[in-house]
């Protein structure tokens, strides 16, 4: 059974935990012409913490566990898709199924080093991963068992996406499912939880402006590739609204200069006047941003309200006709705030990272500076 504490934060000590788990499963094919691959494996290696109350957010989301992840993955093809090291953070929790039995889910976003990557000379059959350093992102859920007060075992599923986010070209990606066995060890055993006295969110409507600089190579999947780096600028205006502890929501205009469609035009007189302003895109999105403190992980869906570039290049028939590509934007990343959530300051700073998507696939990644006012 466990037991609450209020206020007392000195019983509701943070536990440490250290687990090895083995993965087995299968890359996905997901495009045409895919490099072969055999079973895939991992080998992860997790130092966690489990939250008892000592910080407000940590009863908000029912005390959730945070890891740090170190994996060393094979790809089912050495000789092309070689091998690769991750190291990344991760946020879950447990649900209690009996006295001794709980599911354990956690969400991972981190990078991730490749040794094969695509090579023009020397491995040009790797479409797959296109650079050394890629981004990571990882879910798993497994069914623990404790089998002593310090020991648990678990078993369960989990996937994994790689993906260097467009800024090197071919970049198809990999994705993972895995089946997964582990083995945890927690030095302390406690059961004692702390329930803080519930603090004020501030509801009000208010305001963000946000500067954005990405960087990628020019459009394509697989090709062309060893092209230049071009920069894109993006500017945002949103209104905000906080509901509760947890959510927080928006709607707003990003406007977004691309230079390598810019440089496109003027070479190809693709546009004779207005080439600067049809190189760039207007974009309404709705915003959602799942709150820890001062940390924030956002995800954005927006329409196309401005898109002259794409639309030439159809009518030439250079790019394909595809309603995803012409209409969809989409944006997930996470924003740090310079004060908490509880901060009675007006004016609220905050830097953050994120990968634009265009049709769901990656566009370029970007680096956010903001206020919230």
């Known amino acids: 059974m466990n037991m609450k504490a209020q206020n007392d934060t000195s019983i509701c000590m943070n536990q440490f935990s250290f687990e090895a788990c083995y993965y087995y499963g299968k890359l996905l094919k997901i495009y045409d012409v895919f490099p072969e691959s055999k079973s895939a494996s991992a080998l992860d290696f997790r130092i966690g913490l489990s939250t008892h109350g000592k910080k407000y957010w940590h009863q908000q989301y029912n005390y959730p566990d945070v890891k740090l992840t170190f994996s060393y993955s094979g790809y089912g093809n050495r000789s092309v898709l070689g091998n690769s090291l991750s190291i990344y953070p991760s946020i879950g929790s447990n649900k209690a199924l009996g006295h001794a039995t709980f599911v354990n889910y956690n969400l991972g976003l981190g990078l991730a080093f490749f040794n094969k990557p695509f090579n023009e000379f020397t491995n040009p059959t790797n479409n797959v991963i296109g650079s050394s350093i890629v ?9 623990e068992k404790r089998l002593s007060r310090k020991v648990l075992v678990n078993l369960g599923g989990s996937f994994r996406h790689y993906s260097d986010g467009h800024i090197q070209v ?34 009000k409507l208010s305001s963000k402006l946000e500067l954005g600089f990405g960087a990628h190579e020019i459009e394509g999947t697989v090709y062309p590739h060893g092209g230049p780096l071009y920069p894109v600028y993006s500017g945002l205006f949103s209104v905000v609204k906080r509901i509760n502890y947890k959510h927080q929501y928006s709607a707003g205009l990003n406007y977004s200069y691309y230079t390598d469609y810019f440089d496109f035009i003027k070479a190809q007189q693709v546009f004779y006047d207005k080439q600067k302003q049809r190189s760039s895109k207007v974009i309404l999105f709705l915003g959602h941003e799942w709150i820890f403190n001062h940390l924030s992980i956002e995800t954005k869906l927006g329409v196309n309200l401005y898109y002259p570039f794409r639309k030439k290049l159809i009518e030439m028939e250079i790019l394909e006709n595809r309603f995803m590509d012409n209409y969809l934007s989409g944006q997930l990343g996470f924003n740090y705030y310079y004060f908490n959530s509880f901060s009675s300051k007006k004016i609220n700073p905050y830097v953050g990272f994120s990968l634009r998507t265009i049709g769901g696939k990656a566009d370029f990644i970007q680096c956010n500076l903001g206020v919230k006012i």
């Open 135 to 143: 981004a990571v992102a990882a879910a798993r859920v497994v069914i």
């Open 170 to 203: 071919p970049n198809v990606g990999a994705n993972l499912i895995y089946l997964t066995l582990g083995l945890k060890y927690k030095p302390v055993y406690s059961t004692n939880y702390c329930e803080l006295e519930e603090l004020k969110i501030n509801r």
